[in-house]
């Protein structure tokens, strides 16, 4: 053999050493990734149990608010049920007492307003007896007046 086939056969057998290492290396590579996401992945569970533990105090906390609030809320709506109750039985009362007010006004009101159409039916009264003794006296007088204007014309026709 020559040593340049030497060479080549010494080459192959480093190339196929060298590729068992290569495959090797790329193996424990992985396996040092593995290892390397394993414990990210467990800091990362470690960190979201903690989280969790938190947000459930949070929200303890919060449904705890929530009651404390539920129960002002209803302290706060009993109360002004009640104020309201007493506020319209306050206004019925004064609603009652003002109609009250309200219709002895009206009736004193009407009989102000009947009297004087009493007062206003005798004047009435009383102005329609004037018109028709005036219009009596008119006619009394227009009379009268036609008997001067009769005797005058009678006169004149003797003047003439």
């Known amino acids: 053999m020559s040593a340049k086939l030497k060479a080549v056969e010494d080459i192959k ?3 196929r050493t060298l590729s068992g290492l ?7 590579e992985k ?3 593995l290892e390397q996401s394993a414990k990210e992945t467990e800091s990362r569970a470690v960190k979201a149990r903690a989280d969790e533990k938190s947000a459930t105090a949070a929200l303890e906390k919060t449904q705890e608010k929530v009651k404390d609030a539920e129960a002002e809320a209803e302290e706060i709506i009993t ?7 007493e506020h319209r039985e306050q206004s019925q009362k004064g609603m009652a ?3 009250e007010e ?3 006004t009206v009736k004193k009101m009407l009989k102000v307003a009947e009297d ?3 007062a206003i039916d005798k004047e009435v009264a009383i102005a ?3 018109l028709k003794n005036l219009k009596a006296e008119i006619k009394e007088k227009k009379e009268y007046f036609d008997d001067l204007n009769q005797q005058l014309e009678a006169i004149r026709a003797k003047v003439r």
């Open 79 to 85: 109360l002004a049920k009640k104020e309201a109750d």
């Open 97 to 99: 007492s003002l109609r």
């Open 116 to 118: 004087k159409e009493v």
């Open 13 to 15: 057998k480093l190339a």
């Open 102 to 104: 309200t219709n002895i």
């Open 128 to 130: 329609a007896d004037e």
């Open 22 to 28: 290569i495959e090797l290396a790329e193996e424990l």
């Open 31 to 33: 396996n040092a990734s």
